[in-house]
């Protein structure tokens, strides 16, 4: 079986209809040999807020050292989304091996007439990979409800309730104390942390006992400060614990999620279940084991697509999934704490829901009803007429939501509004125009061909058919069902190819596509699909940029825009793996930068902690002591000064002293360090690592290296570009070494040229690595193969090379230009 087939497989079992119990899934989880037995599970329930605060608890753990696993609802592009370990969502290997597992017993209860639902078998699928990957701890966000959820076949450490609500009233009741009654049911004999208020409280006091108020009511208080640029300042006090922080997630109602949050981590922290915590050594508060630190950056980078998003400023545009009138007037809220003249407003909603208290919850000077690509959501004349009725804005309809959300921005003005909103799967297809990887492919041979359209989930017979006629100009993305359909007919009207994935078009499944042709071919395509609806016209800009389709081309003055520019790296360290030590002394270091400068460095890379397997973090003062004397007195020789640190006071310190980039190899862990980079203007390298320093014992798993990085990459360049920084600043490293194999690193290296599909300038560090132990060099044998990996990455794409031999390196880079362009040197 392979992965098209598998999700296929899993997506089918939505036919069948949502129902109470936990039977099904127990009956499945016995079939696997109940793998959920002794994990340390956590059931996060409410109407509002479950998921936001699932994600946080999710953060503060990962932060405190714990391997947490994360089971979520509904997932905005992709299946494995909803079950992620540490962050990364579940592996393709990992759902085809389940469906596997599970054929036989799902066959057997469809033909007693009993199968289990989409959501019952995608919540065993969570249980049986955390128990497989024996996480220390697996959060799990409830679907509907309480008592008789699917995910209630666990029995958990820790419980909470977020808020309640009226909601699915046929299937909880009809008023909010039968409701939170239900919800209750999760508790077990652990603690129970809600933010519940009023009627629902006491219902839910009356069937858990010393339930953890947040609240006033409460003996935990969670106030909201305001805004602060793209965050909000958050205050949580316990009775003897409080935490000062920052969230990623704006509004009074994520400030009392981040306080059940914060409550319930340190609850879990402190069951016999859960030990051995390990916070970043920067961190750690040996007097508690949960320290504000640790807590503080947990919520702090508690990053969810889709939930009060800011993805520009000017317009103000804001994505927000909210999909019941107390969701959308918390939004509402929150967006009054913005300045700006008119609304904008952009919605889609599901037929079973309130449209008309989602219509007054808002004040919108115009509003564009559009319908999401599912079957399930309301047609957009149905929502225009409620919005029509209930609001005095000027409405209007447009059937897809890209085309909504681009009509929408061409009316807005600098200082307006535009808002996303009413649906999660709304908000999916607009978050496409931002998130969505156009992915350039180099095929040299037919068996390439064939691997690449196999990659991209193509059925055995398309991939066989195609494979002789992807040889021009290749373009893998993803996109809706009915955009597919018309790109492939397009394409093949033109004389190209699109190769479709074999993901079934149902419901709102997103497909992998494979577009081949000639540049006059994509020029055509793109002329001829602007102003076609489905999102069509805004998707023909995505295609001319990643094609360079008619762009001029945009410069800012760095060294990379004219060729491949050449880093020189500066280790001011007693340890880094091939010349630790060499150049502590500051005589030494400034000698030695002025070596490489008049080799041909247009970079000087200066870093004061060592990142290879099993360093020793350096603390920040010494860090400091480390680089600042030299970036000092080399920021008016005649390069760049860049400062390698993943600490965003040591590069504050650095950028004062005079350095003009900042290079994070921990992909932006540090929360301030986007916002640091953004408030000096100054590019910044986003490096793509599992851990930093890396973790020698690490065991990880890509289905495609490349493709993988790829999309963890993506929500990386998000956050920076939200912070203010623009595409050309944000710098992509795939980093390799970090968390990968010699042959992912080669295989990263080889396909270099796909990473300028995210429009980022793209660095490849890959100097006297370990990596070329796959070519038989051993720790004293890589300076040759180095210079050939230069030469080879400079070749497919790469804007910087960063190596420790300048002269060498800076030759390969010049010889790779000079074919490219040789009468240009004469």
């Not at 609850?267 to 949960?290: F, H, K, M, N, Y």
């Not at 929408?408 to 799967?425: Q, R």
């Not at 007919?489 to 190819?497: A, D, I, P, Q």
């Not at 600042?628 to 007195?633: G, Q, S, T, Y």
Request: overall charge negative.
């Amino acid at each position: 079986m392979r992965f098209h087939q598998a999700a296929n497989y899993l997506l089918d079992l939505r036919r069948f209809g949502s129902r109470p119990g936990t039977d099904a899934t127990r009956e499945l989880l016995d079939a696997l040999g109940n793998p959920h037995d002794g994990l340390a599970c956590v059931q996060i329930a409410g109407s509002n807020g479950k998921g936001s605060t699932a994600r946080m608890v999710e953060s503060i753990l990962r932060t405190a050292g714990l391997d947490v696993g994360l089971y979520t609802s509904p997932h905005l592009d992709d299946i494995r989304e909803r079950v992620r370990i540490n962050g990364r969502k579940l592996a393709e290997r990992s759902l085809v091996e389940f469906a596997d597992e599970i054929g036989e017993h799902v066959t057997d209860r469809a033909v007693a007439g009993d199968a289990p639902t989409f959501f019952e078998t995608v919540t065993a699928l969570a249980l049986w990979e955390f128990g497989r990957q024996d996480v220390d701890v697996a959060i799990l966000e409830v679907g509907i409800g309480g008592t008789h959820d699917a995910t209630s076949v666990v029995d958990p450490i820790a419980t909470a309730i977020t808020s309640v609500t009226l909601e699915h009233t046929d299937i909880l009741g009809n008023d909010v104390e039968t409701i939170a009654t239900d919800m209750a049911g999760i508790a077990s004999d652990g603690p129970l942390v809600t933010a519940a208020s009023g009627d629902a409280l006491g219902a839910i006091r009356e069937t858990v006992s010393d339930p953890v108020v947040v609240g006033e009511e409460g003996t935990v208080t969670a106030r909201y400060e305001g805004r602060d640029g793209l965050e909000g300042a958050v205050t949580v006090d316990g009775p003897d614990w409080g935490v000062e922080t920052k969230l990623p997630l704006l509004g009074s109602h994520q400030a009392r999620n981040a306080g059940v949050a914060a409550t319930l981590a340190r609850r879990i922290v402190e069951t016999d279940a859960v030990d051995d915590l390990a916070p970043p050594p920067e961190l750690t508060d040996e007097q508690s084991g949960l320290s504000e630190p640790v807590l503080a950056r947990g919520l702090r980078n508690a990053h969810w697509p889709g939930r009060f998003e800011v993805m520009d400023q000017e317009p103000l545009t804001v994505l927000d999934g909210a999909h019941n009138p107390n969701g959308c007037e918390c939004v509402a809220e929150t967006l009054g704490e913005f300045e700006y003249e008119n609304l904008h407003l952009v919605v889609g909603v599901m037929a079973d829901k309130d449209h008309r208290g989602i219509a007054c919850a808002f004040d919108p000077d115009t509003v564009t009803c559009c319908e999401p690509d599912l079957d399930r959501a309301e047609d957009d004349d149905v929502l225009a007429r409620v919005f029509e009725t209930e609001t005095e804005a000027t409405v209007r309809t447009r059937a897809d939501v890209a085309g909504a959300v681009d009509d929408a921005l061409a009316d807005a003005g600098e200082d307006d509004c535009v808002l996303v909103t009413g649906s999660l799967y709304t908000v999916a297809e607009a978050r496409a125009l931002w998130a969505r990887a156009k992915i350039p492919k180099r095929v040299d041979s037919i068996p390439e061909a064939k691997a690449m359209l196999r990659d991209a989930n193509v059925t055995d017979a398309g991939s066989w058919r195609m494979r002789g006629k992807a040889v021009h100009r290749i373009i893998k993305t993803r996109v809706q069902p009915r955009q597919a359909q018309y790109l492939k007919e397009e394409l093949l009207s033109l004389g190209g190819e699109c190769a479709i994935s074999g993901l079934n078009d149902q419901d709102r499944e997103n497909l992998d596509v494979v577009m081949m042709g000639t540049m006059a071919q994509f020029r055509r395509l793109a002329e001829k699909l602007d102003g076609q609806p489905y999102g069509l016209a805004p998707f023909a800009d995505e295609l001319r940029e990643t094609l360079d389709i008619g762009a001029e081309p945009t410069t800012d003055g760095y060294p990379w825009e004219d060729g491949t520019a050449v880093m020189g790296i500066l280790n001011v360290t007693p340890d880094s793996f091939h010349d630790g030590g060499e150049y502590e002394a500051q005589s030494d270091a400034l000698e030695r930068a002025e070596e490489m400068i008049e080799a041909g460095a247009d970079i000087i890379d200066v870093g004061g902690e060592s990142t290879r397997p099993g360093a020793d973090p350096v603390p920040v003062e010494e860090e400091k002591a480390r680089v600042l004397p030299i970036v000092e007195r080399i920021n008016d020789l005649d390069a760049l000064v860049s400062v390698d640190t993943r600490k965003a006071e040591v590069a504050r310190a650095a950028l004062d002293a005079g350095a003009d980039i900042l290079n994070d190899v921990s992909g932006l862990e540090d929360p301030e360090m986007r916002l640091v980079a953004a408030e000096y203007d100054v590019p910044v390298v986003v490096m793509h690592s599992i851990n930093a320093p890396v973790d020698p014992d690490s065991d990880i798993h890509y289905d495609d290296v490349v493709e993988d990085v790829i999309d963890s990459l993506t929500e990386r360049i998000l956050l920076a570009e939200k912070a203010g920084l623009d595409r050309s600043q944000i710098i992509i490293d795939p980093g390799l070494g970090f968390g990968k194999s010699s042959a992912e690193s080669f295989e990263l290296l080889g396909r270099i040229g796909e990473f300028r599909g995210l429009g980022c300038p793209i660095l490849v560090g890959h100097s006297h690595k370990s990596m070329f132990e796959l070519v038989d060099r051993g720790s004293g044998e890589r300076y040759d193969p180095t210079v050939a990996a230069t030469a080879l990455a400079a070749e497919r794409g790469a804007d910087i090379v960063r190596v420790h031999d300048v002269a060498p390196n800076r030759a390969a880079v010049d010889v790779v230009d000079a074919a490219d362009d040789p009468f240009d040197r004469e």
